[in-house]
């Protein structure tokens, strides 16, 4: 059962360079968020989906694209990296749409450190 | 917005009680969660309490909410090194499509 499934770990890249990251699930769940986790800031919600075809902004969006073309898959795009998306980028899911987040907690998968010079 | 704020470090000896602590802004917060993260890991629910409980005990975890005060606590009893890892605070309060506002993260170190 591989859960929450982050692509690639790690990656450099330099500044104006554009890169993907992918995170897949297999639980079918149908919630997808994309955080960042910068020292002593916590975790910082990028942009969610609510469901295959779905997107939202969350608080801090600018920099970044996603698309939830299947349901399994929700991607993020640096279309052009800027030392300022040096981070940690988590993936999470969750399942039921009616439960408080006890009910069905986020799975985090387990992160993509990415630099960018 | 909603504001979280832990310290972001925390020492303690193996055996003794860590206690983690966290404020928050928000008067509307429904759900309050400590989340774990270990070393190159993502975060797992550790344990949760909704805002009208004063205290929650899970084995060796007690929580305590002073909804008054917006002050969060997690104890951990007889800490041991298993224990090491980064500790967040969250909250929320929508019911249904939850989105979570998170904390600083306090990063717990056992001392042998």
């Known amino acids: 059962n591989a859960g929450v499934t982050q692509t690639p770990k790690f990656r450099v890249l330099k500044t104006g360079q554009s890169m993907t990251l992918l995170c897949a699930q297999d639980m079918n769940h149908e919630y997808m968020y994309w955080y960042r986790q910068d020292p002593g800031m916590g975790l910082r919600l990028i942009h969610y989906?609510?469901?295959?075809?779905?997107?939202a902004k969350g608080e801090v969006p600018d920099g970044y694209n996603v698309s939830r073309l299947k349901k399994q898959n929700f991607l993020l795009g640096l279309e052009s990296a800027a030392p300022s998306q040096t981070s940690v980028y988590f993936c999470?899911?969750?399942?039921?749409?009616?439960?408080?987040?006890?009910?069905?907690?986020?799975?985090f998968g387990n992160g993509t450190r990415l630099t960018v010079t | 917005g909603e504001d979280v704020e832990q310290s972001l470090f925390l020492s303690v000896r193996e055996g003794d009680s860590s206690v983690i602590n966290c404020t928050y802004t928000d008067s509307s917060s429904t759900y309050l969660y400590w989340y774990k993260q270990e070393p190159g890991a993502g975060l797992q629910l550790l344990t949760y309490?909704?805002?009208?409980?004063d205290m929650k005990q899970d084995q060796r975890l007690t929580v305590l909410l002073n909804k008054k005060d917006k002050h969060l606590s997690l104890r951990i009893a007889d800490t041991q090194t298993g224990d090491s890892a980064i500790y967040f605070c969250?909250?929320?309060?929508?019911?249904?499509?939850?989105?979570?506002?998170f904390g600083t993260g306090t990063r717990l170190t056992i001392i042998p």
């Open positions: 969250a909250e929320s309060n929508n019911f249904g499509n939850e989105k979570l506002t």
């Open positions: 999470a899911s969750r399942g039921d749409l009616q439960g408080a987040l006890y009910d069905s907690p986020l799975h």
């Open positions: 989906s609510v469901g295959e075809g779905t997107t």
């Open positions: 309490i909704f805002s009208n409980m």
